[in-house]
């Protein structure tokens, strides 16, 4: 599986942002997915999470009520849209995905992930 993640750029805080991450391969309805950051200095840390299906979701404390996680399995696409900026969501974002062939769960552990896509840059300026 290879990942495009795009849609990152500069942007007021407050304002919104739909990041988009393409996939290839057949088997993508099979995946959870999973969108990444990491900001300059710190670990990469989950923002969100989505089970296959799309029923099943997370967010990391900091992004709820703001940022959303879909996917569109049709598409093979997967989009993270962020709302109400802050310019501590600044980070390189990345989505990735699990090659799992269990039930219709979701990870939140980077270790968990076993594909990445290269990552976009999101600037929120204060």
């Known amino acids: 599986v290879q990942l495009q993640a795009s849609g990152g750029g500069l942007v007021q805080a407050g304002g919104s942002l739909r990041l988009s991450c393409a996939a290839s391969?057949?088997?993508?309805?099979?995946?959870?997915l999973g969108w990444f950051r990491q900001a300059p200095g710190k670990e990469r840390g989950v923002v969100a999470a989505i089970s296959r299906s799309g029923v099943n979701t997370y967010y990391t404390n900091s992004v709820k009520g703001r940022f959303t996680i879909s996917r569109d399995n049709a598409k093979n696409m997967v989009y993270l849209q962020m709302d109400s900026l802050k310019a501590e969501d600044t980070a390189v974002y990345y989505c990735?995905?699990?090659?799992?062939?269990?039930?219709?769960?979701?990870?939140?552990?980077?270790?968990?992930?076993?594909?990445w896509g290269q990552g976009t840059l999101v600037t929120v300026s204060s």
């Open positions: 990735a995905a699990v090659r799992s062939p269990g039930s219709d769960i979701l990870y939140t552990r980077g270790s968990s992930y076993d594909y």
């Open positions: 391969g057949r088997t993508f309805n099979s995946y959870p």
